[in-house]
């Protein structure tokens, strides 16, 4: 991968346009990717509001890791609104995925 020079020379900024471009594909690592590079503050400048919004679309396009962690971030309100039912909705639904931590 382009951002950590895996198989090939480290590029962060060609590394960052494929997760980009991978993402307006629906690609739900590259928003899971994304999500964590906007939390860390790591290549990218921190940013709530974009680490919740990859978060987000990560779990709906299936990747339990991330339904499981939205409900976390649901249910303890801090890049969004708490939201208790969203919470259980999202633990749920990684937990009928397979996510044992979910349960």
């Not at 890791?65 to 890049?79: A, D, F, P, R, W």
């Amino acid at each position: 991968m382009a951002i950590e020079g895996i198989i090939v020379e480290k590029d962060v900024k060609l590394g960052l346009e494929f997760l980009i471009k991978g993402a307006s594909k629906n690609n739900a690592y590259c928003f899971f990717y994304l999500s964590m590079l906007y939390d860390e503050g790591i290549l990218v400048e921190k940013n709530p509001r974009l680490q919740f919004l990859y978060l987000k679309r990560a779990a709906e396009e299936g990747f339990v890791q991330m339904q499981h962690n939205l409900g976390i971030v649901y249910y303890k309100g801090e890049i969004t609104q708490k939201n208790d039912k969203l919470a259980l909705a999202w633990l749920r639904e990684a937990a009928r995925n397979g996510f044992y931590p979910s349960y």
